[in-house]
């Protein structure tokens, strides 16, 4: 590049003398001598802050480049406690979280929303069906005429009957529900009872209790108030009256009355500790009662109800769970056939007599999981034209993986336990399946549910196009799942058959002249014809017509699954013969008869069968927990982000960037073994590279030389390659034959962004995707072609070609944040070097804390509280701590049991389902809280007590560190810019794994899928092999091959026995196999990786002299250390 530079700069000053000399204006070139004159010159930097995936870094000279990668932590918050006011974000298509109790909004897809956690809740009895508490859990009952009431009766009697006509009261619009009664004495009344746990949890959040008598006191100690407003009138003997009573052992009446005679409001405040004792139930319901003065006899005793309410106030400490209720659907996105590792769940068809039970059948080939994988009107059909049988389709879910995989992991060991625990915290499982059936009988599907090993018809639909079958199923999940942990649906269409042979002769009409038939007598039957067959022949009919006439035949209209009818006709009984054949209920015949076709009387035997067929579009499954359900480490995308990221969110960053900076994580993960690849030169590898998919007959005769022996038109390779979106890229191929064909295709958005073209040098723009697929193949020509030198640069300008050759930078750092605090990995003076200013996920257990640390163990009501010395004294007063005291909340302090985020406050929050935990920020002592219903203490436990609970029970917390610390960083590679460069920058590289390849009779291989080759395999599925190397040094002799990834990941080694060493050691790197750009149990993405680049070559020139001068001060500081270590071992006598 410099000297490229340098001799362009002699042309243009060259030129510029010319110019002078020829007395012509002379400042164009002289501004292009400055331009080039700056560029070798001056000594200019640039940075540019880079984000996980492929970015562009624009560089105008090759030079080498500095990293600096800031950390980053992510915490699930699928079973953590959300909090008032504060900010979310959900990441995941397919998962859905409910806020603010099982009535609350749920919120789904790539969403963000600010979270209000009410504290009061309106009760009333809007969407209310009488003998139901499905819809709303209040009940409004009264007396009917023979069971009048002649003093106001305890809610508890067994004659008080649903109100049918309760919708008059869902809303105040003057309609009433009525109750009057005639007989002297009797009381006109009308009872309103509030279900309050079921209005809080319904609304509000769970309360943090397990059994219904705790609820009801946990109620009794935190409502701050309750009002009820009643609105209506009433009337007796003296005039218009209502009154409200409330239930408390006895109707409390007091003063609470009106004397209107039209809808008006009366209120009761009910506020004191006092009267909620007794206010509340032991079901936790409470009791209003509106009624009127008794009748005489002669006067009816009225109450009219127009609308009723309840105001419940909590009190502002109350403290509701407000995890999020999880739901999660499942379908066959990204399924393999055959495969379970992608997706868990398996379809299988069969045609059958009887229902087929799950497991049967054979499982769907991978061209049918695509289009059933998604509602776009593309069906996957299974059909039998077998006379008897039915097409039906099971679909098999596999709830334990669905849950574990995508929501969290279930707290139990076995396969057993984890099938009882979803029996036990499932709430709902609601089946979508859209498709449409056909048979005989017309159009018919049916949705069935596998319910105690035999199939439970759920849905029926009679569409002739895609229609939606949907089966809820709640009561009956126990019986749903079965032994491995699977919920099996079914869909089916009726059995095949034959169309009925028709029984109706054909109606017969002349008309007309000019017909080419004679006259005589004329004999016409008819069959109906379908897809597979024919049936028998109708009953005859005749007619007798003149020289010239037409015969017009006149037929029923087709029956379903016929396309067609046959027309036979003839001039004797018996003897005709097909003519045509007809769609619709008229045909006419004009011209001669035939007579060398089939004849009526052939048609012995009914053939005419209808197929039996299910069309299947997309089907899903939709699971539901419930609100107590507690999972360990959370997998779901919710993340709690700050002010700046929510207005950011789906308004400056669109949905692609926010999946991509809220990826998939495991309870909380840190930014882990970042690494970073630059490639400007060339982005296509080597023919011999795996993610090459070659056509069978081509053989790869050099690196970069592929040779096609085509044996017919279109004989395609392709090579898919990520890239950065609305980007110009500029391709080039050498080729033996002008015949070849090149496109470049959208694999984002299924569409070619260059169509095949013969021109084997062009310039595209990427578009909006990430990703392309180059495609190469002959054309119309058959024979040899040679494909060569493939080269793919940024920007519209041809580049010479050179193999690809990326740079890298791999480390196996862990860098993390706490709110604005972050690690960062840096260079200074040639060594790497972190900057830790968080502690990351220290273990609480019994190897880590010494028996005499625990101390200030306190059995509490509700918990246990005790405290954690780490090495200073315990404060005076520690468990009287107030909330502002505790300093550690969201900027000090991440802490999460078994991957759920804990509560971080003071002492009034302990008496909650969360591990409480806080602390001093001058002290090092932990303070612990962990209720009875986590731990099981049913009394003071012993400190060797407390530590074997977090031996089992994972207490892991990262914290800030008081002062940071600067540590050396290992660190392999470093990377160069080449002009404009596609940087790719992720996390879940694994550096030298040692692996211990294993041979056959021609090679020795490392991650092979061969059953017993277990100890050859890398520890973990990978999604590109990077480098083998051995004995510390790169080992090119090594082949990659791509290979099924279901298992092992998606590429293994191989190496020709004669070329392996067994002395020597042998390691790999390698990107862990990432799902949805994800590796949710290693790390998450980064946000921040900061590159400096030099912007003239007299930077370039002084930043390689001081790379140098470092190589210098760190050869010699080793000699030193070396020479050092030396002389210690000589004086121990080595």
């Known amino acids: 590049m410099d000297v490229v530079s340098y001799m362009k700069a002699k042309q243009v000053d060259d030129r510029l003398t010319q110019a002078i000399q020829a007395g012509n204006n002379p400042s164009g070139w002289m501004a292009e001598r400055d331009a080039i004159n700056a560029k070798l010159t001056d000594a200019g930097k640039q940075s540019q802050t880079l984000q996980n995936g492929v970015n562009v870094v624009n560089a105008t000279v090759d030079a080498p480049a500095d990293i600096e990668i800031q950390g980053r932590t992510l915490t699930s918050l699928g079973q953590s406690n959300l909090y008032d006011q504060k900010y979310y974000v959900l990441t995941n298509k397919k998962t859905k979280v409910r806020v603010n109790g099982t009535k609350g909004t749920q919120y789904t897809g790539v969403t963000k929303f600010q979270h209000s956690q009410p504290t009061t809740r309106t009760a009333n009895f809007n969407g209310k069906v009488a003998g139901s508490t499905a819809e709303n859990p209040n009940s409004f009952k009264y007396f009917t005429t023979s069971n009048a009431q002649s003093t106001l009766t305890p809610p508890t009697d067994v004659k008080w009957t649903d109100v049918a006509a309760v919708s008059n009261i869902y809303t105040l619009n003057n309609t009433v529900a009525s109750s009057a009664y005639y007989a002297s004495g009797a009381i006109a009344q009308q009872l309103f009872s509030f279900d309050i746990i079921q209005e809080v949890e319904r609304n509000l959040g769970r309360i943090p209790k397990l059994t219904v008598a705790d609820k009801v006191q946990w109620l009794k100690d935190n409502i701050a108030s309750l009002q009820c407003n009643w609105y209506g009138y009433g009337s007796g003997p003296n005039g218009n009256k209502a009154s409200l009573a409330y239930y408390s052992n006895t109707w409390v009446t007091g003063s609470a009355s009106h004397t209107s005679g039209t809808v008006t409001k009366i209120t009761r405040n009910i506020s004191l500790a006092a009267d909620l004792v007794n206010l509340i139930d032991s079901n936790g319901f409470i009791n209003f009662l509106a009624y009127a003065d008794p009748s005489d006899g002669v006067t009816a005793s009225t109450i009219n109800t127009d609308y009723v309410e309840l105001v419940i106030t909590l009190n502002a400490s109350a403290q509701l769970d407000t995890r999020p209720i999880l739901s999660r659907v499942a379908n066959f996105e990204n399924k393999v056939s055959g495969s379970t590792v992608e997706n868990p769940h398996v379809t299988r068809e069969a045609t059958s007599s009887a229902l087929t039970t799950p497991g049967a059948g054979a499982e769907l080939i991978q061209n049918d999981y695509n289009k059933a994988n998604t509602l776009d009107s593309l069906n996957s059909v299974t059909s039998t034209n ?132 004679a006259a005589g007598t004329y004999y016409v039957q008819y069959t109906w014809v379908t897809a597979n067959g024919e049936t028998m022949t109708s009953p005859e009919g005749n007619i007798t017509i003149t020289s010239g006439q037409d015969i017009v035949v006149t037929i029923p209209s087709l029956p379903f699954g016929a396309t067609q009818a046959n027309v036979y006709i003839g001039t004797t009984s018996g003897g005709e013969y097909r003519q045509s054949n007809t769609t619709v209920t008229t045909y006419t015949q004009h011209t001669s008869l035939l007579t060398n076709t089939a004849t009526s009387a052939s048609r012995t035997t009914n053939t005419a069968v209808v197929a039996s067929t299910i069309n299947t579009d997309y089907v899903e499954l939709q699971i539901d927990l419930k609100p107590e359900a507690v999972l360990h480490d959370p997998l779901v995308q919710l993340y709690e982000v700050d002010s700046t990221e929510y207005s950011n969110i789906l308004v400056t960053w669109d949905e692609t960037s926010v999946l991509n900076r809220y990826p998939k994580v495991q309870g909380v993960q840190h930014l882990q073994n970042p690494y970073v690849l630059a490639e400007g030169e060339n982005l296509i590898p080597p023919f011999s590279d795996p993610a090459w998919a070659l056509h069978a007959n081509t053989q790869v005769t050099a690196p970069y030389e592929l040779t096609l022996n085509a044996t017919a038109n279109y004989q395609n390779s392709e090579l898919v390659l990520k890239v950065v979106k609305n980007n110009l890229y500029f391709l080039s191929f050498n080729t033996s034959d002008a015949a070849v064909e090149i496109a470049v295709y959208d694999d984002d958005n299924k569409a070619y962004i260059r169509s095949y073209n013969s021109a084997l040098s062009f310039t595209f723009n990427s578009g909006n995707t990430n990703t392309i697929r ?81 101390i200030g163990i306190t059995y509490g009501t509700t918990s246990t509280r005790f405290a954690i010395l780490t090495g200073y004294a315990v404060p005076s007063g520690a468990w009287n701590l107030q909330d502002n005291q505790a300093p550690f909340y969201d900027s000090r302090l991440i802490s999460t049991f078994n991957g759920r985020r ?25 303070y612990v809280g962990i209720p009875h219903a986590i731990s099981g203490w049913a009394s003071a436990p012993t400190a060797a007590q407390v530590l074997d609970f977090l031996e089992t029970n994972e207490l892991k917390m990262s914290y800030q560190l008081a002062t940071p610390v600067v540590q050396t960083a290992q660190v392999e590679g470093d990377i160069a810019l080449n002009g404009p460069t596609q940087v790719q920058v992720g996390s879940g590289v694994i550096v030298r794994e040692k692996v211990v390849p294993r041979a056959d009779s021609y090679n020795y291989y490392i991650n092979d899928g061969s059953t017993g080759w277990e100890s050859q395999r890398l520890k973990s599925k990978n999604e590109k092999i990077i480098s083998i190397y051995k004995n510390g040094n790169k080992d090119s002799l090594w082949s990659l091959v791509a290979q099924n990834y279901n298992n092992y990941g998606k590429q293994k080694a191989l190496i020709p026995l004669a070329s392996y060493d067994s002395t020597a050691e042998y390691t790999v790197t390698y990107l862990l196999y990432t799902l949805d750009n994800t590796v949710p149990a290693f790390a998450n993405n980064g946000l921040e990786f900061k590159v400096t680049y030099d912007t003239s070559l007299k930077s370039v020139l002084d930043s390689l002299v001081e790379r140098q001068s470092d190589l210098g001060t760190i050869s010699s500081v080793n000699v030193q250390a070396i020479a050092e270590l030396y002389k210690r071992v000589r004086s121990l006598g080595g």
């Open 902 to 926: 804990v509560m971080l406050a003071g002492y009034n929050l302990y008496l909650t389902s969360d591990i409480v935990l806080c602390g001093f920020e001058e002290s090092s002592v932990i």
């Open 386 to 517: 077998s006379s008897g049988k039915m097409a039906e389709r099971v679909f098999s879910f596999d709830i334990v993986q669905e849950v574990e995989r995508h929501l969290g992991r279930i707290p139990k060991a076995t396969l057993a336990d984890k099938v009882q625990w979803c029996k036990d915290n499932l709430k709902t499982l609601i089946t979508n399946w859209y498709g449409y059936g056909s048979s005989v009988g017309g159009n018919k599907a049916t949705l069935g549910v596998w319910v105690n090993n035999s199939w439970v018809t759920s849905k029926t639909s009679t569409s002739s196009s895609v229609a939606n079958l949907v089966d809820t199923s709640n009561t009956i999940i126990p019986n749903m799942i079965d032994s491995n942990g699977f919920a099996h649906f079914l869909a089916y269409a009726d059995p095949a058959g034959n169309v009925a042979d028709p029984t109706q002769a054909p109606t017969l009409s002349a008309s007309g002249s000019g017909s080419s038939l």
């Open 774 to 854: 180059l495609q190469i193949r002959n054309g119309t020509k058959i024979g040899t072609f040679v494909f060569s030198n493939p080269i793919l640069t940024l920007g519209s300008t041809a580049k010479p070609f050179t193999p690809r050759n990326p740079s890298y930078l791999f480390t196996t750092a862990k860098l993390g944040q706490i709110g604005t605090v972050k690690d960062v990995l840096y260079k200074n003076d040639g060594q790497w070097y972190v900057r830790k200013a968080v502690e990351k996920d220290f273990i609480i257990k019994r190897s880590n804390v010494p028996d005499a640390n625990i």
